[in-house]
């Protein structure tokens, strides 16, 4: 099973700055098989990410992902109030099983 | 528009049984694989099981197996996730997912308690 370590567990920015969110892999992750998501509390998580760099339908190009391997990066360009949520990582490139990483949690500096 | 809705959660009694579903509407059910995953109070995503589009492959996860049987209906458009013997720990709010380059549709959840 891959495992999914995410870092910061917290990040404490202030709308406009630029977010930097980590995903590493306990092996490679095959073909890029990487997704991000968003969750605000209460809602489902919200796909923005799918094969470590392409937006999902409907999100914002603020929004970018980038890696290959084992490490994997998730990099909000300036923050809009809405961000604030917490994003987890997802490998679904090694099945079984699909993993997920334990999550960041942005919240507002 | 996607839409998936779950149904069938509520407050069980440790030992007991619940039998969630999912009815997917606005895309072609029978070609997706299908998921529940399932989230704790204040924890992160676990993926519980998934079953591909002709179930011929399930996947449960350790922690619910020989518990937990997944299965669906394509032409009812429905997902199920019976789940027996539950146990205080399979207290969470569980989603159904539909895998399409990740996870790319979810249900709104819905939450299962196991309490005396």
């Known amino acids: 099973e891959i495992v999914l370590t995410q870092s910061p567990g917290t990040l404490s920015l202030s709308p406009g700055e630029r977010a930097t969110l980590s995903c590493r892999a306990s092996q490679s992750v095959s073909s890029s098989y990487l997704g991000w998501y968003q969750q605000k509390p209460g809602q489902a998580p919200r796909l923005l990410i799918y094969g470590a760099s392409s937006r ?7 929004f970018s992902g980038s890696g290959s391997g084992t490490d994997f990066t998730l990099t909000i360009s ?5 961000d604030f949520a917490v ?19 942005l919240e507002i500096k | 528009e996607v839409q998936l809705v779950e149904s069938g959660g509520g407050l069980v009694k440790p030992g007991g049984s619940l039998r969630l579903s999912c ?8 070609t997706y694989s299908m998921n529940w995953v399932r989230q704790a109070p204040g924890k992160g995503l676990e993926l519980v099981s998934s079953i591909t589009s002709s179930s011929s492959y399930i996947y449960y996860a350790n922690s619910v197996k020989g518990r937990f049987t997944i299965s669906r209906d394509n032409a009812e458009n429905s997902l199920y996730l019976q789940m027996n013997s539950l146990r205080a ?6 989603y ?11 249900g709104q959840g819905t939450l299962v308690t196991v309490s005396s």
Not at chain 1, 78 to 82: I, T, V
Not at chain 1, 90 to 97: A, D, K, N, V
Not at chain 2, 96 to 106: F, I, L, P, T
């Open chain 1, 56 to 62: 999902a339908t409907g999100i914002p190009d603020r």
């Open chain 1, 78 to 82: 300036r923050l809009e109030p809405e």
């Open chain 1, 87 to 105: 994003y987890y990582c997802q490998q679904y490139g090694s099945s079984p099983p699909v993993t997920f990483g334990q999550g960041t949690k």
């Open chain 2, 23 to 30: 009815a997917a509407s606005g895309f072609t059910f029978s």
């Open chain 2, 89 to 94: 720990e399979d207290t969470a709010v569980y």
């Open chain 2, 96 to 106: 159904c997912a539909c895998s399409d380059g990740g996870y790319r549709y979810w």
